[in-house]
């Protein structure tokens, strides 16, 4: 039996007027998504414990079975085993966004125009990225290029005392009441203003500002925490995995995790991104000996904080095209028994522009136990089905083994 996750980054979302009170995930056309509902369990889950953020951190480890009141330890650690860095136990690690902040007089009353400093390519970011790493950087202060926009702050011995807020929850909104708090609160923010002194004028965004992209102005740090201690995926579960995904954070838990984490060309992190090359990537995996394959896709996600509904119904119906229906007919071909998982970690809902807990639909399927299931995917048919999973973190053991019991 193979196991395949295909997981639509906030694919989840609420209903929206301009759809006639439809969801996106309601509206898309996904023949092969629904035509699976049909013959498969559908329900609702929980991947967001109460009490913690509705991150992606926090909802994929739900997702991959990893309970996140015992094994999260911060968003930027499992990054930075993605970017390759070793840390110590004492080190303090920090996601380092270069976002785009404009109008005002003062850093403070800056607005955030945008988390991603316009897709910043990663190219660009990299000579950003550098050029701070030798201006702010010292013996216990360590910053590391990433992906895009997404980068990693290392302080030596560093304190995990001061408060954050993630950019993309800000967008559009004035930074003043969004700056890092708390006793070390003020070190980060003197960083952010400095790392603003130096990026204003740096030929990349000159450049960038001329071509009428957005210019990476300032840093921003958040999801602080340090060296998490991930149990390996095989030895939890039985199955050798693969991880397959476009950003830092997948990637360092695949690595964390012991998995198979190749690169995919064309992988984004966004609408753009090659839907069909992260299929054939785990069609090569599955024939390569993985038992179990987690294709994680960004797009929904992006799209999501974006407020762009007409690109998060596009990437739902090229994930439904290219990876549901191809992996699909390609596996159904090859006549060994499988199981498909579908489903979100967490709403990104356009009209908020950022992550919220509600419980997310998923889908599974088996090939050897077709079922009586939904007329559709969406977020109300998996409600009306009455399954119920309360601790994402069980669905995983569920999926590979037994299946959930009607509440």
Known sequence: MKY???????????PVGALGGKTPL?????PNIDALARVSETGLCKTIPDGMKPGSDVANLSVLGYDPARYYTGRSPLEAASIG??????????????VTLSGGDAYETMTM?????GEI???EAKTLVNCLAERLGNETLKLYAGVSYRHCLVVENGKNDAEFTPPHDISGR?????LPKGAGGAFYL???KRSYELLKDHPVNVKRIKEGKRPATSLWFWGAGRKPALDAFEEKFGKKGTMISAVDLLKGIGKLTGMNVPDVAGATGNYDTDYGGKARAALRALDGGSDFCYIHIEAPDECGHQGDLAHKIFSIEQIDEK???????ELDKRGEAYSLLVMPDHPTPVAVKTHVADPVPYLLYRSDEEKSGAAEYSERAAKKSGIFVPRGCELMERFLNAPVEKR
């Open 190 to 192: 003197d960083l952010m």
């Open 323 to 329: 990876v549901v229906g191809f992996l699909k007919r």
């Open 174 to 178: 004035k930074i003043a009441g969004y």
């Open 4 to 14: 395949i996750v295909i997981l639509g980054d906030g694919m989840a979302d609420y």
């Open 85 to 98: 860095i070793a840390l110590k136990d004492t080190d303090l690690t920090l996601r380092a966004n270069l």
């Open 113 to 117: 125009e945008d988390y991603s400093a």
């Open 121 to 123: 390519s990663t190219a």
């Open 26 to 30: 309601e509206k898309a056309h996904k």
